[in-house]
T-cell receptor, first 114, second 114 residues
Framework: KQEVTQIPAALSVPEGENLVLNCSFTDSAIYNLQWFRQDPGKGLTSLLL?????REQTSGRLNASLDKSSGRSTLYIAASQPGDSATYLC?????????????FGKGTHLIIQP | AAGVIQSPRHLIKEKRETATLKCYPI?????VYWYQQGPGQDPQFLIS???????DKGSIPDRFSAQQFSDYHSELNMSSLELGDSALYFC?????????????FGPGTRLTVL
């Protein structure tokens, strides 16, 4: 059974810092990995999708990398802003042949101090 | 851009009652997923449909059922509600049933069982 772990569970940094969130998964036979952002009591916003054949994806100040063989992904946030404060969730899909659900980590709760 | 629509946004029920949650996917998306997120928990996959056929099943209780209709909207039916069913229920949609397709989440339905 796929298990996804996110480290750290919580992080508080001053505005302007660059930071890295970590995600690891136990079964390397994934088809894609998604990073989401969730604000308290709200829905999930997809930030980046990395397919298993890719090494990284970039969107604005966000960069996600994937090392499938070692079961790891990182989300790099450059020049953090208070508006980046949220919970960041990593999720993996284990199938390319069907509409399989995502397996989520428990998230990293990020606070950016003004 | 059009997003996933869920209704109702909030629902309050008594124990042993039934509830029906509705999901309208992004236009042209043919795949729908349902997730349950308990307080302080990560989202747990319940069930998915591709082209109106059940595709994958997660930790969905036998008291719950779901279907996808000809217009691709989906409904999650929950019977004999228990206090533990109180949670945020998310619907997500994607284009195509393959696991490498990005899932987009709706705002969720907050179900409270009293």
């Amino acid at each position: 059974k796929q298990e996804v772990t996110q480290i750290p569970a919580a992080l508080s940094v001053p505005e302007g810092e660059n930071l890295v969130l970590n995600c690891s998964f136990t079964d390397s036979a994934i088809y894609n990995l998604q990073w989401f952002r969730q604000d308290p009591g709200k829905g999930l916003t997809s930030l980046l999708l990395i397919q298993s054949s890719q090494r990284e994806q970039t969107s604005g100040r966000l960069n996600a990398s994937l090392d499938k063989s070692s079961g790891r992904s990182t989300l790099y946030i450059a020049a953090s802003q208070p508006g980046d404060s949220a919970t960041y969730l990593c999720a993996v899909s284990n199938s390319g042949g069907g509409a399989d659900g995502l397996t989520f980590g428990k998230g990293t709760h990020l606070i950016i101090q003004p | 851009a059009a997003g996933v629509i869920q209704s109702p946004r909030h629902l309050i029920k008594e124990k042993r009652e039934t509830a029906t949650l509705k999901c309208y996917p992004i236009p042209r998306h043919d795949t729908v997923y349902w997730y349950q997120q308990g307080p302080g928990q990560d989202p747990q996959f319940l069930i998915s449909f591709y082209e109106k056929m059940q595709s994958d099943k997660g930790s969905i209780p036998d008291r719950f059922s779901a279907q996808q209709f000809s217009d691709y909207h989906s409904e999650l039916n929950m019977s004999s509600l228990e206090l533990g069913d109180s949670a945020l229920y998310f619907c997500a949609s994607s284009l195509g049933g393959a696991g490498y397709n990005e899932q987009f989440f709706g705002p969720g339905t907050r179900l409270t069982v009293l």
